[in-house]
């Protein structure tokens, strides 16, 4: 009986080890696809490899980021609408979502998207990867103001100089003796 147990548990870890390896293997296809700029095929092996593994979120994101570079703009947008409904808490999808749309001009949208998150949890979290989704979402935020050319909230260029330097000519000006 000890025997049986062991061989089926070895067995098990095999099939285990290589249904993840092929997970993988799909997953390594689509981005090595998505760099060479084959957003078809990198989506077929995103697909295959979501099959492997349907609660995997980095390949749910990858999905979407392939389908917009197809340029199926309807696709993604219901790419995306479901993907947050089965897990709307994904600031990452949300902020993938929210860049197409407003890239498409659908700016209400977007900012539908984003507004929400401001107060989330997620905009209060230390960790570095927490931090760098926040910091993106309030650029995008940023970018929607603009877009919408709203003039009281575009940025002063000059309001984040905390010290200009003197101009050369009022340098040379302090280094001539007075004349009195």
Not at 18 to 31: M, Y
Not at 90 to 100: E, Q, T
Request: aromatic fraction near 6%; glycine fraction near 2%.
């Amino acid at each position: 009986l000890f025997k049986h147990t062991a061989t089926t548990e070895i067995y098990t870890e095999q099939i285990v080890g290589s249904v993840r390896c092929v997970q993988e293997t799909d997953v390594r296809l689509g981005d090595a696809m998505m760099r060479i700029q084959e957003p078809e095929n990198a989506l077929k092996a995103f697909e295959k490899a979501m099959e492997l593994n349907p609660s995997d979120e980095n390949i749910t994101r990858e999905i979407g980021r392939a389908i917009v570079l197809t340029h199926d703009y309807p696709r993604a947008i219901a790419y995306y609408r479901d993907s947050l409904e089965k897990n709307s808490k994904r600031l990452d999808l949300r902020l993938d979502f929210a860049k197409l749309l407003i890239k498409l001009g659908k700016l209400d949208d977007g900012q539908k998207l984003l507004e929400p998150e401001l107060y989330s949890d997620e905009f209060s979290a230390t960790t570095i990867s927490s931090l760098k989704r926040s910091s993106e979402a309030f650029l995008w935020i940023a970018k929607l103001n603009l877009k919408r050319d709203i003039p009281e909230q575009k940025p002063n260029p000059n309001a984040c100089l905390l010290y200009t330097s003197p101009s050369p000519r009022d340098r040379q000006k302090s280094r001539m003796p007075s004349s009195a």
